[in-house]
């Protein structure tokens, strides 16, 4: 009987043992997980404010119209870098634009996308001659606000329809974005000074500087004046020095 005692004595003591060492085994992996899942949250939130700093780095860029859309910008925050791209959504939120950035830290790829802007304004345009042959085009641009009125058109474009020179006709004409923010700048080849500002509300809706529209081997300034109601549209063709003036032209513009 002691014997038998003792042995069943033996016998659980070692299940005990090794319900305890079960029991440790269970805490000890359950720490791990939570210690993991932690380090995943925090992992996130350097993450996501990489990104916001991110956002508010384009919308300062925007503001100081910096930004033509699309258009990818590329930062390092701490560990975290990303690529992001800001289009222009206004065709679904009025005014707004998208930015989607791939960011990268530790190994890890997250995509994170956040609507910007309630100020930017699209517009459609046309400019007209006065003159039954001469140049007549239309086109958009996406302006930001600077407030009191005044915009920075930070992208845009344009088809010529008509002109007296054949090789200014046609598409493909982008809207050149000021390095200057709100200042003066000049066009690449030199012939033009140019500025993107927009006033919508007033006449004329630009200043003798105006918008500048460029594609391969052709320049497009399109300006107002001081005082006066009527635009100008010149075309520089670099290869040749030509330059193609119209005056007296009529510009309408209308918010989408």
């Known amino acids: 009987m002691t014997h038998r005692t003792r042995g069943s004595v033996a016998i659980f003591a070692l299940v005990m043992v090794a319900c305890t060492a079960t029991i440790l085994i269970a805490g ?10 932690e380090s995943r949250l925090e992992q996130k939130r350097i993450v996501q404010n990489a990104f916001d700093g991110g956002v508010d780095y384009c919308v300062d860029r925007a503001q100081n119209g910096l930004i033509r859309m699309p258009q990818t910008l590329s930062l390092t925050t701490g560990n975290v870098t990303q690529s992001l791209l800001v289009t222009d959504y206004s065709a679904t939120i009025s005014g707004t634009a998208l930015v989607t950035g791939s960011l990268t830290s530790s190994g890890q790829v997250y995509t994170l996308s956040k609507v910007i802007g309630s100020s930017y304004k699209t517009y459609d ?5 006065a003159q039954v042959t001469g140049t007549a085009g239309s086109g958009t641009i996406v302006c930001q606000s600077n407030g009191g ?9 344009l088809t010529v329809s ?10 493909g004409y ?22 993107n500002q927009f006033y919508p509300a007033l006449v004329p809706m630009m200043n003798s500087n105006g918008l500048l ?44």
């Open 28 to 37: 000890i992996t359950l720490t791990g997980s939570f210690r993991t899942k």
């Open 125 to 129: 345009f046309t400019y007209t001659s």
């Open 149 to 157: 009125g005044a915009y920075t058109a930070i992208s845009g474009t």
């Open 162 to 171: 008509r002109s007296s020179n054949k090789a200014v006709v046609g598409s």
């Open 174 to 195: 982008t809207l050149n974005l000021n390095p200057n923010g709100t200042g003066v700048a000049s066009s690449p080849s030199g012939q033009f000074t140019y500025d």
């Open 213 to 256: 529209f460029v594609k391969p081997g052709i320049e497009i300034q399109i300006s107002g004046k001081a005082g006066l109601s009527n635009y100008s549209l010149n075309a520089y063709i670099p290869a040749s020095n030509s330059i193609n003036g119209d005056k007296n032209g009529t510009f309408t513009a209308s918010v989408r």
